[in-house]
């Protein structure tokens, strides 16, 4: 079982990184003489460790005795099938995202290993946890930050008889993404032991919420408004100084609703019709102004009573 591992290892893993194999090794490992080295391997190895396959194919000759029960086997493995599928989901700047990786549709299939690419440049993966598929299963991943890419390869003594959740993906969006965006997690490879199903496999786009690209004061809502209304405005920068207060037609000041240091991000404050010492103002037209560094933008509200 532990030469299994070292192949799925081999398979994630550039052909020259820490999880190599040398040359004796490699020419081994093909155990299913398909002239590659695959998850199917493991998945042979597996089981022939428990007693399911007498030989290898790679080594089986037809008048074998053995041959025969070897074939009724890979009989089963030839018509493997399995449709791939990348979840959905939305994320914000700073935050972590977890994305599901299922696999449906399954026939004839002990391994599985797939190639995931995403943009590195506004998320990065921080874990993978092992899905309900992958219980009790040979499960491997290596992940490059750098480049944007996540292999992942699964070897079975025995036939996956369910479809469900292979893997858990753990993503971190980049703190300085800005505005929103979607970003695409594609499926470049998908083997279902040695068939290619790459074609079938669904790939998936992520909604990132970044950082606001400027300050911005939204429209109050309700307009008018009675007994308050909330208002929305947005911050591009941590520890930006905001000010929001609401003035009278006059211009005096009624009441400040914010003055205090704010992080980047969409933020709301609720007005309830109050002046300063908390007193209920009267029916009519108001002011409200946000200022923060440059920026400095007023408007309109109406209090009905």
């Known amino acids: ?19 190599s194999l040398n040359s004796i090794q490699r020419q081994v490992a093909d155990v299913s003489g398909n002239g590659a080295i695959m998850a199917y391997d493991a998945s042979l ?22 041959a025969m029960v070897l074939q009724r ?12 599928k990348v979840g959905s989901g939305s994320g914000r700047h700073g935050e972590r995202l977890t994305i599901p990786l299922e696999v449906e549709s399954m026939t004839g299939v002990v391994s599985l290993q797939a190639v995931l690419n995403f943009d590195s440049r506004v998320m990065k993966i921080v874990d993978i946890e092992s899905g309900g598929i992958a219980i009790g299963k040979t499960f491997v991943w290596a992940k490059d930050n750098q480049s944007g890419e996540l292999r992942i390869a699964l070897a079975s003594s025995s036939l996956l008889t369910s479809g469900g959740t292979l893997a858990l993906i753990i993503f971190e ?4 993404a800005r505005g929103t965006e979607s970003s695409a997690i594609n499926v470049t490879q998908v083997l279902a032991n040695e068939s290619d199903m790459t074609n079938s496999a669904q ?13 911005q004061l939204f429209e109050n809502y309700p307009n008018p408004f009675n007994p ?29 609703l914010v003055d205090e240091r704010k992080d980047a991000g969409t933020h709301v404050v609720q007005w309830n019709g109050t002046d300063e010492r908390g007193a209920l103002v009267g029916s009519g037209v108001y002011y409200y102004r946000m200022q923060a560094g440059n920026f400095a933008q007023s408007k309109k509200l109406m209090l009905l009573k």
């Open 203 to 215: 790939s998936a786009v992520i909604e990132i919420i970044g950082k606001p690209t400027s300050y």
């Open 228 to 256: 308050s209304t909330t208002i929305q405005y947005q911050v591009p920068d941590d520890n930006s100084l905001v000010r929001l207060a609401v003035y009278n037609t006059l211009g005096q000041l009624v009441k400040i």
């Open 173 to 176: 969006i980049a703190d300085d």
């Open 1 to 19: 079982a532990y030469d299994a591992s070292l192949i799925l290892k081999y398979v994630v893993n550039p052909p020259n990184g820490p999880d």
């Open 73 to 84: 086997v890979l009989a089963l493995h030839k018509t493997s099938s399995a449709v791939f």
């Open 45 to 66: 190895i597996l089981q022939y460790v428990v007693g399911l396959i007498p030989k290898f194919p790679a080594g089986a000759a037809p008048s074998d005795p053995d």
